[in-house]
C-alpha cells in the first residue's frame, strides 16, 4: 500500500515536472513511463488480481452495494469491461453491457451468464462514434429503467489510422473522450434521480503524455498523429471526470478517472503489439479491472470524486484536470463542437 502510494507519487510528479518543459517532455514521458511500467511490473507479481477482486466482491455482496441497483459499462464485450461488467453482476447490479458490435456482445452476455449463474445481465446497442445510436440507447433505456447508478465510461479506440465518427469528429477523440460525454449528459437526470450515483472514465497514463489539451489536433486533419490523438482525448477523459465532480457538487453523483495500467486487450490492435508480446509484458484483464472496480465498490471511496485513480487509489493528477480554467476551457470547447455537430438538439444541460 505504501509503496503503491510512494511510485504513483514518483511516476506522476516526474511526468508533472517535465511535462511542460519544451524538449524535455518526451525526456519526461519516457522516464516517467519506464518507472511506471517497472513499478506495474512488480505489482502485477505481489498483487493477486483475482484473491483481490474477489475480496471486493464478497464485501460488496455482504454490504449490498449492488443490490436493485442498475449499471451502465460501455465497450462491455471485450477486455477490461468484460471482467469489470462480471464482478458488478455478481456484486447484484442489474449491468447493462453498451456493445458497438452486436455479435460479439452476445456472445459476451452468454458466457457472463454462463461464468457467473445470474442472469442480471442485458445487452443494449450503442455506437459512440454516432450521436444518432446515443440518442437511440438512451432512448432504449429510459424506456426500460427508470434508475442508473453506476455509469462506467470504458470503451474506446487507440491510435488508430485517422478516421471520423458519423458526425466527422476525429475518432479516437470522438469516441472516447465526445461519445461519452454526449451519453452522459443524456443520463444525468436519471442519474440524480436515482443518486447516489458514480460516473467513472476510463483514462489511461496517456493522459499525462501530452502538456495540454490540443484542440487544434482535433479541428485539424493535417496535424494527425495517432498517438498524440489518444493522449488528447484520455487527458480530455480525466479532465471531463473532475469538472463534472465540480458541477455535480450535492446532487449525490461522484465521478472519477481510472487507468487501469498495461493490460492485454484488444485495444493495441492498432499499435502492432501482438496477443504474445501483450501477454508476456502486460498483465490480465482481471487485474484491469481491479482499479476500476476498488473506485466502484470499495467503501472508503464512497464519497470521493474529482480523482484519478491508479493502481486502487487516488494519485495525482495532470495539471489540467487541477485547473478550472483549462477545466472550463474544455468544457466550452466541448459544447460548441457537439452543437457544430448535431442537428436539432440543444446540450449543456449539466
Ligand atoms: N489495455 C490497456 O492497457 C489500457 C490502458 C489504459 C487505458 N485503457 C482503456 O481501457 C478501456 C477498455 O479497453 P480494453 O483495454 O479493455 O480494450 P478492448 O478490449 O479493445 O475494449 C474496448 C471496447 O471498446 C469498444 N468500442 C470501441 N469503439 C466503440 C464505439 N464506437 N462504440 C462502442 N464501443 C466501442 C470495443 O468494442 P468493439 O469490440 O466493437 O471494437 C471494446 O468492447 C479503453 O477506454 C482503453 O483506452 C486500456
Not at 490540443?214 to 489518444?230: C, G, Q, T
Request: net charge neutral.
Amino acid at each position: 500500500m505504501f509503496l503503491t502510494t510512494f511510485f504513483n507519487a514518483l511516476v506522476y510528479w516526474t511526468c508533472r515536472l517535465l511535462m511542460r518543459a519544451g524538449p524535455f517532455q518526451v525526456f519526461g514521458n519516457l522516464v516517467a513511463s519506464f518507472i511506471d511500467f517497472c513499478y506495474a511490473t512488480l505489482y502485477k507479481i505481489v498483487t493477486n488480481s483475482h484473491k483481490e477482486t474477489e475480496k471486493l466482491v464478497v464485501a460488496a455482496i455482504k454490504n449490498g452495494t449492488g443490490k436493485g441497483k442498475v449499471a451502465i459499462i460501455t465497450g462491455a464485450n471485450s477486455g477490461i469491461g468484460y471482467d469489470t461488467a462480471k464482478a458488478l453482476g455478481r456484486v447484484g447490479y442489474h449491468t447493462i453491457l453498451a456493445c458497438r458490435n452486436m455479435e460479439l456482445g452476445e456472445k459476451a452476455l452468454n458466457s457472463l451468464i454462463e461464468e457467473t449463474d445470474l442472469d442480471n445481465f442485458e445487452l443494449m446497442a450503442l455506437d459512440l462514434a454516432s450521436f444518432e445510436s446515443i440518442h437511440k440507447f438512451v432512448e432504449q433505456f429510459k424506456e426500460r429503467h427508470d434508475s442508473l447508478h453506476l455509469l462506467i465510461n470504458n470503451g474506446g479506440v487507440c491510435m488508430c489510422p485517422y478516421m471520423t465518427t458519423a458526425e466527422g469528429i476525429e475518432l479516437q477523440f470522438g469516441t472516447n473522450y465526445i461519445g461519452h460525454f454526449v451519453l452522459t449528459d443524456a443520463l444525468l437526470d436519471v442519474m440524480k434521480r436515482s443518486s447516489p450515483a458514480k460516473i467513472i472514465n476510463l483514462s489511461s497514463l496517456g493522459s499525462y503524455m501530452n502538456a495540454g489539451i490540443d484542440k487544434e489536433l482535433v479541428a485539424d486533419k493535417s496535424r494527425y498523429d495517432k498517438s498524440r490523438a489518444y493522449y488528447n482525448s484520455k487527458l480530455a477523459l480525466t479532465m471531463s471526470a473532475a469538472t463534472l465532480a465540480r458541477k455535480l457538487e450535492g446532487t449525490g453523483i461522484t465521478a472519477n478517472s481510472i487507468n487501469p495500467g498495461y493490460v492485454a486487450t484488444n485495444i493495441f490492435q492498432h499499435v502492432g503489439l501482438s496477443a504474445k508480446i501483450q501477454n508476456m509484458l502486460f498483465t490480465n484483464t482481471v487485474m484491469g479491472s481491479l482499479t476500476t472496480l476498488a473506485a466502484v465498490l470499495d467503501q472508503q471511496y464512497n464519497d470521493t470524486t474529482g480523482q484519478y485513480f491508479v493502481r486502487c487509489q487516488p494519485t495525482y493528477s495532470h495539471p489540467s484536470a487541477n485547473s478550472i480554467k483549462e477545466q472550463d476551457d474544455l468544457w466550452e470547447f466541448t459544447e460548441k463542437l457537439v452543437a457544430k455537430h448535431s442537428d436539432q438538439r440543444s446540450y449543456g444541460t449539466f
